[in-house]
């Protein structure tokens, strides 16, 4: 491509300014391209880890807290929609006041998010606290892209994306092993206390070696109306998803929050394409590899994090695992993951990336409707093989959405396209888990009062089966102290069959996602950008 951003480098001793394929070279530790691909891998890492690790946590926070299963989804949903919501926002307070200060504002404030997390005695102040977190590391993950792109020449920056997709793959793989061992043998609390020294090592890393490049164009002004109709569309559709199951389907206020949602965001497309400096510049979509993209990285997103969440509560409260046991019977999903990762990376460099990302997607459908079948005696060498078809169908996109969506996007909008990228996955975990648990709550709602007659269990109040279907949705036999071993059995067994239903519905549903998702990754393509780096020779 003919057109080029010019980056200014503003650390000590920095005169001239350098165009991001021939940055300033450093024979220090300042700008040294691999030191700052590991600082930034360090806080993204952080990030991307906490998308998970809390999945694994949330039936101790749900126990300990006393939390409601709407309570437990804001926990991971109120996480994914502040970092969504912010994410493109954020790559564009790098842009203007530089990508160091605004990743290093983003590791301290993380990692004292995660420390308040870990001393909050009430749910609203785990979530509110969750949400904060989620608008820090928005600041992360732009920044880290775009010191990568300013500080790696052009023939090695795919390299640089490829690694560091493959920290966010892993790091977001390793979450429920590295929250059971932590939930087991500490307490929930550990989980978001071990991102505090963390967060120390990263911001040490961050002033000894980050060097500050600012584009010469960079924005003088912000699109203070597209954040707002932009952020209020996504809250209403989450909102709505959540909030159907209890509302009904057919609730006016539900089609309400539906209806502001969509004129939200016909407003924004409206707006985006008459103000100057837009939040998103709409011509990007005119690619349709970008546009496809990032739909996949939705629909990739709605499948994983959907299907995962309640997996979690499978394991540990119909199996009887202990966290460390849920954690490690996900090992063969976290494996697959990191090692399918440097493979999907060598097959997308080779074969380009429709046909890598077609067959991971494939492989993802496989995986969810397996989990589909999934029963309460399942044997753990079954669920295995579906977890470990999940890793090896997630690997490829993981890798190579970052070259699809940023190297089919002009040179000098490529840090808008990896905010973009990162903010359509949190939109899609976010949604993925309102919509699957929409769907376990109907199948739930509709299922328990008739399996609980059918059981011969004495005939529940409303207010008892209401509160009953809460704790089936999340897989706990709700059984009273004093009770008979005979009819405490019995409720066990309309609990557990109950959640699996649930459970299987909305991983078909996620199967069907999945589904799609292969016809979308057909449309994708390499970009020019990503040519640059295809053939770079090793560091």
Known sequence: ?????????????DKAPAAPSEPTPSTGLRGHPWFTLITVAVG????????????????????????????????????FLALAVSLITAGKLGDRFGHRQTFLIGVCGFALASGAIGLSHSIA??????????LFGALLMPAALGLLRATFPAEKLNMAIGLWGMVIGASTAGGPILGGVLVEHVNWQSVFFINVPVGAIALVLGLLILRDHRAENAPRSFDILGIVLLSGAMFCLVWALIKAPAWGWGSGTTWAFLAVSVLGFALFAYWEQRVAEPLIPLGLFRSVPLSAGVVLMVLMAIAFMGGLFFVTFYLQNVHG?????????????????????????????????????AGGMAATAIAMYGMSTLTSDTSSAVMSIWFALLGLGLAPVMVGATEVIVGNAPMELSGVA?????????????????????????RVDNDLAGNWADAGLPKLTRPQLDATAEAVQVGVAP??????????AKITQVAHDTFISGMSLACLVAAGVAVIAVFVALLTKRGENAEAGAGAAHI
């Open 44 to 79: 993204v890492m952080m990030v991307a880890l906490d998308g998970t690790i809390v999945a694994i946590a949330n039936p101790a926070i749900q126990k300990d807290l006393g939390a409601s299963f709407a309570d437990v989804q804001w926990i991971t949903n109120g996480y």
């Open 1 to 13: 491509m003919t057109s080029q951003t010019t980056i200014s480098a503003t650390g000590p001793g």
């Open 418 to 442: 990896g905010g973009l990228q990162q903010a359509a996955m949190q939109i899609g975990g976010s949604l993925g888990t309102a919509v699957l648990g929409a769907v376990m709550a109907s």
């Open 321 to 357: 695992m202990s966290p460390i046991g849920a954690g490690l019977h996900l090992l063969p999903l976290t494996g697959m993951m990191i090692v399918g990762s440097p493979l999907a990376g060598a097959a997308i460099t080779k074969l380009g990336p429709r046909i890598p990302l």
């Open 125 to 134: 102040f785990v979530v509110t606290f969750r949400v904060l977190q989620g």
């Open 479 to 488: 059984i009273a102290p004093n009770t008979p071993e005979t009819i405490a």
